[in-house]
């Protein structure tokens, strides 16, 4: 067996995929696929501000893609918001402060919805947990889950509008986050009655550390594929890539 360490890559099918925006963006991404079984629920992540280094392979959702495909038969697609470069390519068109980004919201979970795409859950960080919130509440999804959310963005109408959906939503306010502590956390989010808020005791806003990496996947998957967590720490050596 070997244990399951930051850059640990297990099996999936992994696609490079092109989503296309209501406005005429191409954006670029990846979908990945647990090999040889059915996904049984799906992660469509929103990455950080990409303006502070924020792009499809945030260390979180990148891990997600490495692990969550292979462990809990779960579907990873990241993707580019508009303006956004990283190693997979750039997407067209420009940073827009989270409003023009409605329309690469929509494309993601359109996306998914025409590949047939199971149990389809919004997964915001930081930036993308405004995306999520601005524009997620009305689209074909069951769910969301927001990681180190900042409230910079998103406004009261945002959290009253999901509240009115009665979709699950969970928060991860890590203890030392940089915007928005547990605390405040609570009381900015009291409109949102659903919400399930979790602190999480000596993270900071990046998650930095493979055990919050951990608990965050941990958390994920016991909201998406209930049964399936927690994930396991090692694997069988032959089948790390």
Do not use: C
Request: hydrophobic share 40%; proline share 8%.
């Amino acid at each position: 067996m070997t244990e399951i360490r930051s850059m640990t890559v297990l099996p999936a099918i992994r696609e490079d995929i092109v989503l296309t925006t209501e406005d005429g963006l191409e954006l670029v991404g990846e979908l990945a696929l647990p090999e040889g079984r059915p996904p049984v629920a799906t992660l469509i992540t929103l990455h950080p501000l990409p303006t502070h280094g924020g792009f499809m392979d945030s260390h979180v959702y990148r891990k997600a893609a490495w692990r969550l495909p292979h462990l809990a038969d779960v579907a990873v697609l990241r993707f580019n918001t508009r303006g956004t470069s990283s190693p997979r390519g750039t997407s067209e068109g420009t940073f827009d402060e989270g409003v023009g980004e409605s329309a690469d919201v929509r494309a993601a979970v359109d996306f998914a919805v025409t590949r047939g795409l199971p149990h389809r859950w919004l997964v915001g960080w930081s930036f993308g947990t405004e995306l999520t919130l601005m524009h997620g509440a009305d689209l074909d999804v069951e769910g969301a889950i927001l990681l180190s959310p900042p409230l910079h963005r998103a406004k009261d109408a945002d959290l009253e509008r999901w509240a009115a959906t009665d979709k699950p939503v969970t928060a991860l306010v890590p203890e030392h986050d940089d915007f928005l502590k547990p605390e405040e956390a609570r009381e900015r989010f009291a409109l949102l009655t659903q919400l399930e808020l979790l602190p999480i005791e000596g993270a900071k806003h990046l998650w930095v550390g493979e055990q919050y990496v951990r608990i965050v996947l941990d958390t994920i998957v016991e909201r998406v594929a209930p049964g399936r967590a927690p994930l396991p720490a090692e694997v069988p050596t032959d089948v790390v890539q």
